[in-house]
């Protein structure tokens, strides 16, 4: 874990000269013209970064979560955005995974994991965020279909994509009356509403979904009616670690930023990063990149070896989100009036880290997670 392999060094070198090759030349005009790129993505997925702990039967190179993660840094170092397209397009594969039969995987995973097709998740609603139990979109059972009526909010990829794993109610009130389907994104009575205006993440598309009796086969019911938060609690342990290995990654590019300028930038006929008040906002910005990465390295590593690690993803998540906004916001600082404007980037840095610390369960709810363990670990007799 302190130590890559060789090959994983070779992962590590090829997503990153994919990601700054692919990503890097419209990076700029893609941000401020809130614009995503399916064809980008797509050449994510051809560089085999789109499928990586796929299981090979399915398309994907079949290694870990682990070297998941040492991509998904690659990619956020350049674009957070389409590393957040990548953990995105990897839910429905994860989900598929675990709890899609044979027909379903053969039908989905391929294309996914090579980036041919793009995947959603499609959870949150206009009344429902964190309190996903209550969601109100319903699935009616109807001879061999299902009808969908609903509106999700918030989902990445919203209009792009080509299958969303969706959430609805299919039962009585609860997380027991929930079900996951597999939703295609031509299916009749599928429309899509309004695309946020984001602070950050602007080159990752965030739209509302509209759900009017969107007629898809009972064929495309994941698992058993029922299992749906279940299913969605899975995939969300699982994209904790994806959003915290892509803020190390904003971490990770604060730092070569800030580092790099507070060492050719003089004030007072000496380089800044040798006052003491810029090295030390440096030193403390390392250290959060390095234990970040970590944690990270650690729920990935659980998560490989079939351990338990929903605890320790939501402390990575909790942690590197956190860090990831400290870090761009002092290394803003240490460019002082440049790191304001966008000639540097990192104003970007600080707007997408900003959205870490809300998606796929905020940071208040990774600490009602961890503190629900203490709870269970010491609420025996004082
Ligand atoms: C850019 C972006 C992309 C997204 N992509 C997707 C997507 O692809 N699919 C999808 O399904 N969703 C997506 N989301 C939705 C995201 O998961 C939700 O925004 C998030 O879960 C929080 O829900 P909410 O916004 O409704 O906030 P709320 O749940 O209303 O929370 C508001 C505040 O109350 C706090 N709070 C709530 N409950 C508690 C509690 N029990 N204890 C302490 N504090 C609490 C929260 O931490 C937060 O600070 C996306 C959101 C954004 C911004």
Not at 4 to 17: F, G, I, N, P, S
Not at 42 to 54: D, H, M
Not at 144 to 162: C, Q, V
Not at 306 to 325: H, I, P, Q, R, W
């Amino acid at each position: 874990m302190f130590e890559l392999t060789d090959e994983q060094k070779a992962l590590v070198d090829a997503a990153r000269a994919a990601a700054q090759d692919i990503l890097g030349p419209t990076l700029k005009e893609d941000d401020e013209a809130e614009r995503f790129r399916k064809d980008l993505f797509a050449r994510l997925g051809a560089a085999g970064l789109c499928g990586i702990p796929t299981s090979g039967d399915y398309g994907g190179l079949g290694l870990g979560y682990f070297e998941y993660c040492l991509a998904l840094e690659e990619i956020a170092a350049v674009s957070a955005s389409y590393g957040v397209s990548v953990a995105v397009n990897g839910l429905p594969q994860v989900i598929l995974g675990e709890f899609g039969n044979e027909a379903q995987k053969q039908r989905w995973m391929p294309g996914l994991a090579a980036g041919e097709l793009l995947g959603g998740f499609a959870l949150s609603e206009p009344g429902s965020g964190s309190d996903a139990a209550s969601l109100r979109t319903t699935a009616q059972r109807d001879g061999d279909f299902y009808r969908l009526n609903g509106t999700k909010f918030w989902i990445t990829h919203g209009g792009y994509a080509d299958v969303y794993v969706l959430m609805a109610r299919t039962g009585g009130e609860g997380p027991k009356g929930i079900s996951a389907f597999l939703l295609p994104g031509d299916t009749p009575g599928l429309s899509f509403g309004k695309k946020e205006e984001k602070m950050g993440l602007r080159a990752s598309p965030t739209v509302e979904l509209i759900l009017e009796d969107a007629k898809i086969p009972a064929e495309n019911l994941l698992g058993r009616e029922g299992d749906g938060f279940r299913v969605a609690m899975r995939a969300l342990d699982s994209g904790r670690i994806t959003i915290a290995a892509i803020s190390v990654g904003i971490c990770r590019a604060s730092l070569q930023v800030a580092s790099t300028y507070a060492c050719q930038r003089k004030q007072f006929n000496t380089p800044i990063i040798d006052f003491q008040g810029v090295g030390f906002l440096l030193a403390d910005m390392a250290t959060r990149t390095e234990a970040s990465r970590l944690l990270v390295h650690k729920a990935a590593w659980l998560r490989d070896r079939g351990l338990s690690y929903s605890e320790v993803a939501a402390m990575a998540k909790c942690f590197a989100t956190d860090a990831a906004m400290a870090v761009s916001t002092d290394g803003v600082q240490v460019l002082g009036g440049y790191g304001y404007t966008r000639e540097y980037p990192l104003e970007r840095y600080m707007r997408d880290a900003k959205v870490m610390q809300i998606v796929e369960g905020t940071n208040q709810v990774q600490r009602v997670v961890i503190s629900r363990n203490l709870r269970k670990a010491f609420g025996g007799a004082p």
